[in-house]
């Protein structure tokens, strides 16, 4: 008689609850985003940009319950992993909640940031002829709907005008019909839903945080230089840069088109390898990946914002970055992920987080927003 074996599985949450997860499953999700979604790799090259260590720094700062160091910053902020380089040395690095030096974190909306950089390059190179270019002139499926008005600087400043709701609670939001739509692993899904989207404003005149916005900026760099989004970004900057791990972007389905704006899985030292890559402006290996001026105009505020109405406190965006009160560039993520780049001061800090959501967050009294600028501010006051 023939038996039937059961083998053991590793169980994941199901991807389109990716943005409502509970703490449970939070840590868990972020250390698996390729079991949950399709995926392709960004490939690191042979050899690996070394990162010296400096004298590790204790940053102190204050907070509502006394005074709170490293180990405090990271249980009441829910870190998982946190890395501060200066002047290209590593000066602290922890990990913690099942996170690993060779485990690839979800990037959450980190990776915009990362993928409009990737616009430059392309610039750099001549694929994209101009950031005043109509998307439809490189994705030619776009032609007709509300996404025909909208140039590629309007992609990467988030301003396209096009309705778009990123309410991470509303199942039936924009932002949770794209989620379904990963999980779902449908092709064309996602391109799709943005042909579906209508126009609200003027493209250009307001600043709307679009999920959808990068998604489209990222099939125009592949259409553009006829090459999958992970092999361009590998080609241009994570081979040649020197990354340790090789890294991957989520895809809207096996196979298909990578996802520009969110959930890539990179390992914490590589995140803050791409800081040193913006502090050498772009420059690998004595050759400019990026134009000249690209990090500076990345850096400077296309839309002045409202810190108190945001989830950073940014008091600006750029190309695809959220602005520091204090002028830095800040690569944001949900649930606490964060790449902070000071390019005066020369320091770039790594925040890798799985801090609770609604409603869970309604029993949390941490003011995360509060916690976070505080350990950040003390951070810059050891460094010097």
């Known amino acids: 008689m023939t038996g039937i074996v059961a083998y053991p599985k590793r169980h994941v949450p199901r991807g389109e609850d990716f943005l409502l997860l509970s703490p449970t499953a939070q840590a868990h999700a972020y250390r698996n985003v390729d079991r949950m979604f399709a995926t392709r790799a960004i490939r690191r090259g042979s050899s690996v940009l070394p990162l010296e260590r400096g004298q590790e720094i204790s940053p102190r700062y204050q907070a509502a319950q006394g005074a709170c160091d490293v180990d405090a910053y990271m249980d009441r902020a829910n870190v998982a992993g946190l890395l501060v380089i200066r002047h290209e ?21 980190m990776i915009k940031s990362l993928t409009a950089t990737l616009a430059g390059a392309a610039l750099q190179q001549g694929a994209i002829a101009s950031l005043d270019d109509a998307v439809s002139k490189y994705i030619p499926a776009l032609r007709g709907c509300a996404y025909d008005a909208v140039t590629i600087r309007h992609l990467i400043t988030m301003s396209s005008g096009v309705r778009w709701n990123e309410d991470y609670t509303d199942r039936n939001s924009d932002v949770n019909r794209y989620s379904k739509s990963l999980g779902d692993k449908a092709p064309g899904g996602v391109l799709a839903l943005m042909r579906s989207l209508k126009a609200e404003h003027r493209p250009g005149s307001q600043f ?6 990068t998604y489209v900026l990222g099939s125009l760099i592949s259409a553009a230089t006829g090459k999958t989004l992970a092999d361009y970004m590998s080609e241009t900057i994570w081979s040649g840069l020197g990354m340790e791990y090789d890294a991957f972007y989520t895809l809207e389905s096996e196979a298909g088109q990578e996802i520009g704006g969110s959930r890539a899985g990179i390992a914490l030292r590589d995140f803050g390898r791409f800081g040193v890559f913006l502090l050498r402006n772009g420059v690998v290996d004595g050759t400019p990946v990026l134009p000249p001026d690209w990090v500076e105009h990345a850096g400077r505020p296309a839309f002045v914002l409202d810190a108190a109405t945001n989830r950073y406190g940014a008091t600006g965006y750029g190309y ?15 649930a606490g992920q964060s790449l902070y780049v000071n390019r005066k001061n020369k320091v770039v800090i790594v925040t ?22 505080a350990f950040k501010n003390a951070v810059l006051a050891t460094c010097g």
């Open 89 to 109: 040395k590593i000066v602290l690095e922890r990990y913690s909640l099942g996170l690993e030096e060779n485990v690839r974190w979800s990037s959450m909306s």
């Open 208 to 213: 709307n945080y679009n999920t959808g916005d």
């Open 320 to 334: 695809s970055w959220w602005l520091d009160p204090d002028g830095s560039m800040v690569a944001v993520g949900f």
């Open 352 to 373: 890798l987080s799985c801090q609770p959501q609604p409603p869970y967050s309604a029993a949390y009294d941490v003011d995360l927003q509060t916690e976070y600028h």
